[in-house]
């Protein structure tokens, strides 16, 4: 990340994080009343040339529940508490990941991040995706913001992302990627907000 981007990130995150901080602890405390503690859960994600590294989330699920399941969420997954329905649907759950962008991990808008598991599918030209800094946000996190609805449709889920979103999402990306500005990653953070902001009025 050249440091003109990184200067525009931190212009962002830092004032975000602290106008989110009272937000976030009820948001924190809504999670640890509805399913105990922790709040947060810190899922394993690949991220530039190939570096593990922790993805921050407010916990949405049931306790132990990635090891009781596929690493997909699809539909009305039982495994989502009620707290969980409510930031899954208007995407509050990655609010923490503001602080994965303070360090240095994420960027504001980049391809999302994927598991391991999934990146071992990558094809040898899908790779290229690993030389971008992931993000919270891009292109293709818009036009999949209902991909958990979308799967939920498919009678094979895990199949249909790996051959079918999988591609598109890293397509999408690489693309953007090719063309971006800080001009462009403002207006994507800003159709992704209002984007949520639709969501969460059930529009």
């Not at 948001?27 to 009343?33: D, G, N, P, S």
């Not at 699920?61 to 649907?89: A, F, K, W, Y």
């Not at 397509?171 to 207006?187: G, N, P, W």
Request: proline share 5%.
């Amino acid at each position: 990340m050249n440091q003109a981007k990184r200067t525009f990130e931190l212009f962002w995150t830092l004032p975000g994080i602290v106008l989110l901080l009272v937000p976030g602890l009820v948001i924190a405390a809504a999670v640890v009343i509805d399913d105990g503690w922790s709040p947060l859960y810190a899922q394993e994600r690949v991220g530039l040339h190939g570096q593990s590294f922790k993805l921050l989330k407010f916990r949405s699920m049931r306790r132990d529940s990635d090891r009781t399941g596929s690493q997909l969420t699809v539909g009305n997954d039982s495994r989502v508490t009620r707290v969980g329905h409510v930031l899954r649907r208007t995407k509050l759950d990655e609010l923490p990941q503001l602080l994965n962008v303070l360090h240095g991990d994420m960027s504001l808008v980049g391809p999302r991040p994927e598991v391991p598991e999934f990146v071992q599918q990558y094809s040898l030209e899908q790779r290229d995706v690993l030389e971008l800094v992931p993000g919270i946000t891009d292109p293709a996190s818009i036009k999949y913001a209902d991909e958990s609805d979308i799967l939920a449709l498919q009678a094979d889920p895990r199949d249909y992302y790996v051959t079918t979103i999988m591609p598109d999402k890293i397509r999408i990306s690489i693309e953007y990627a090719k063309r971006a500005t800080m001009v462009s990653d403002f207006l994507v953070i800003t159709e992704t907000v209002l984007g949520r902001g639709r969501v969460s009025r059930g529009v």
